[in-house]
């Protein structure tokens, strides 16, 4: 069977990455140029991006933990440039999608898992909207990925999954390997560009260890890039 590596790329937004975002999340600087090189590359990519709205639970306004962060319009939602593929759709929350018109006077059209998998194979970067750590947390999104592998695995290739972005220490990017394991699927995580956030416990204490116990393996950049 053919292995075939899906990117999933989790929340790079300018409100994580960039010195001036809201939640700025320090990392190395080759985290930064691997995310880069990942974005230029032609493997197929889905992923997710944080996107709130004012009133986030997790907000410090509203009695969370963080301070405002990837509020949906603003500058902070976006990717960054070096992190922004060349054609993206930004998939809401819902299970019933509608999407706009493929010609003039046609109507919405529905985005069904079926599209979802025709634009991920036909180098579209698919990003599913979230609330909260999980890319799961879209209701589309379990259902779009599953006929995405089954589609694949009809014929006979391996989908394997390869997943970086920020971040870990069991934030988002832990929360979406973990539950591409959990749908039973190959998993690998892109640790070179991956950002920690070590609120928890270290890297190691928490990411590293989730991995090890879920049988995930860790890759690099350059094993994907070559």
Partial sequence: MKTQYILVDVDTQVDFMLPHGALYVPALEAVATNISLLTQTSLPRLGSVDSHAYDAFEFQDNGGPFPPHCVKGTEGWLKPAFARPDNMRFVPMGRDLYMGESRAGEG????????????????????????????????????????????????????????????????CVDAAATGLADLGVSVALVLDATAPLSVKGTLEETTLKTMKKRGIPILSTVELVS
């Fill in 108 to 171: 919405n059209r529905a985005y069904t898992e079926e599209f979802f998998t025709e634009e991920v194979m036909g180098g579209i970067s698919v990003y599913f909207e979230k609330e909260v750590y999980s890319l799961f947390a879209n209701p589309f999104a379990e259902k779009a990925i599953l006929h995405l592998v089954h589609t694949l695995t009809a014929k006979n290739i391996q989908p394997v999954f390869a997943v970086y972005g920020y971040c870990t220490g069991d934030f």
